[in-house]
């Protein structure tokens, strides 16, 4: 029989990092093994509703250093905007004491980690293992961060000539410079110096880019699947949305979430708004509120309220993603292809509309609408800007229902969707994994 192990994770400070660890965690655990969640205080509230076997998933709070240029009581990537990553991040360095402490105290078998790059080596000192777990898409990771590369040059042997950065995609390299240095020290080290590297996706969709990440590291490379979450029975969709949702005819709203992270300047705000508007549809979009303000509606654009109260609300605060991506009334998912959010809108039978900002979202894009062509991607001018006038197009091409290429995303969805479905195909790679750690942890260094 299988032995059971105790493991350590130990996430960067990102809810979209945190909650991902904790779905596998989560699968850990129901396979009766033990995991010791390493969080900053006032995170794990905000996770333990994630957590389905509190006996077996224990948090270990961290208190997070206070460095200069990071405000006051920062603790995660949602506290802060992108442009202080980088004080987050040298925080996020500083636990490496507490975190050395935790491994002293409560003796891990082995740990799951991402940014943090100091941990292979402290792995290796206290004699457990390391295990380096990319939570965003291995297209991404196989781009942006195979050893020697540089953001925006394609490194050599890449396994795609489509899933690539165009000309227009400058705004998102430009974000990404911010931190990239940093960010890139971190992960290829911790990708070259961990005992292995695991990979949140399956081959079905990232087969190639997963070869290549291995071939590039010199590793095998772990797969774990999508560890897509077990539907949250607990507590069903608010009232206030299925009320709203069920206004209106099957397969006719269009939902528009941006992740954790995406905050708008009010221009581009309002642009969404407008262009949503003119689809004419019912929809809902639920986006944080945009830059310098505290709500949504202090940014709406004139009048826009009164214009379309009978079939639009714009949300500012957290709502329940995957449950309304189930109701029957939603028909299109206009989202910004964050690795959490694009596999819960393929598992969905909504129309996928792609607005990404990021780099590794970007080429996730690409991935899903030139090499599946399961979605549509809304256009940017050189600038980075969208207009309501692209937005309302990509909305209108997949949800008329005579458009060609409204007919083909449609089509191809569904036809990846039943490869995804499969009976046994996701919790077969579960299974592997799990298997694979248990051999990793009886090999003797
Ligand atoms: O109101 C909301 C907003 C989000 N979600 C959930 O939050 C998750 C969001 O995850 P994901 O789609 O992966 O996106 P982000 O959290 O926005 O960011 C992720 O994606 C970024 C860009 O791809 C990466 O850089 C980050 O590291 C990674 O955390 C999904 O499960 C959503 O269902 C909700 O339930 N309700």
Known sequence: M????????????????????LHLANKLAEKGH????????KAQKQLEPHNLFPESIVFHPLTVPHVNGLPVGAETTSDVPISMDNFLSEAFDLTHDQVEAAVRALKPDLIFFDFAHWIAKLAKEHMFKSVSYMIVSATAVSQLHPPGSSLGVLPPGYPSSKVVFRENDAHAVLTDSIYYERLYHQLTTSLKSCDAIALKTCKEMEGKFCDYISRQYNKKVLLTGPMLPEPDTSKPLEERWSHFLSKFPPGSVVFCALGSQ??????????LCLGMEMTGLPFLLAVKSPRGLSTVQEALPEGFEE??????????EWVQQPLILSHPSVGCFVNHCGPGTLWEGLMSDCQIVLLPFLS?????????????????????????????????DAIKSVMDKDNDLGKLVRSNHTKLKEVLGSPG?????????????ADLINVKT
């Open 307 to 316: 214009r379309v109260k009978d079939r639009g609300v714009v949300w500012g």
């Open 425 to 437: 195909l996701f919790d077969g790679y579960v299974d592997n994994f799990v298997e694979v750690l």
């Open 2 to 21: 299988e032995s059971k192990f105790h493991a350590f994770m130990f996430p960067w400070f990102a809810f979209g990092h945190m909650i991902p660890f």
């Open 360 to 392: 590794d979202q970007v080429l996730f894009t690409r991935l899903m609408t030139e090499e599946f062509q399961v979605s549509v991607e809304v256009s940017r001018e050189k600038t980075g800007w969208f207009s309501k006038e692209s937005l309302r």
């Open 34 to 41: 033990r995991v010791t969640f390493l969080v900053p205080k």
């Open 262 to 271: 995406i905050v708008l300047e009010k221009d581009q705000f309002q642009e």
